[in-house]
């Protein structure tokens, strides 16, 4: 069983900075072998894809967040983070992380390729 845990999200205005974090319990399995991805889903919209790091700590970006977002991981902490810069309104969304089981392959885009999802974390960016 694979439990994520997000936290990190809140209100800011537009140009500041947050970070995500994704706690992972891991029974039985060895969070560095993970993929890990972060996706969001603004009202109205569908999820999106918005990062995603591999086992080797390749990272994957969505056009949208390059340059601005930064994924990253602890296998010591079994915590996979998003430092989010350069905020825009259009970023406001419910994140989430996700868990890929699918080692050694690298994680995709698609939410279907992931196997385990946090509850999500509300970020809002105010203009």
């Known amino acids: 069983q694979v439990q994520l845990v997000e936290s990190g999200g809140g209100l800011v205005q537009a140009g500041d900075s947050l970070r995500l974090s994704c706690a992972c319990a891991?029974?039985?399995?060895?969070?560095?072998?993970?993929?890990m991805g972060w996706f969001r889903q603004a009202p109205g919209k569908e999820r999106e894809f918005v990062a995603a790091?591999?086992?080797?700590?390749?990272?994957y970006y969505a056009d949208a967040v390059k340059g601005r977002f930064t994924i990253s991981r602890d296998n010591a902490k079994n915590t996979a983070y998003l430092q989010m810069n350069s905020l825009k309104p259009e970023d406001t969304a419910v994140y989430y992380c996700?868990?890929?089981?699918?080692?050694?392959?690298?994680?995709?885009?698609?939410?279907?390729?992931?196997?385990?999802w946090g509850q999500g974390t509300q970020v809002t960016v105010s203009s």
């Open positions: 996700a868990a890929d089981m699918g080692y050694p392959r690298s994680p995709g885009v698609a939410g279907a390729e992931y196997d385990y």
């Open positions: 891991a029974s039985g399995r060895t969070f560095s072998r993970f993929g």
């Open positions: 790091i591999s086992w080797t700590s390749n990272t």
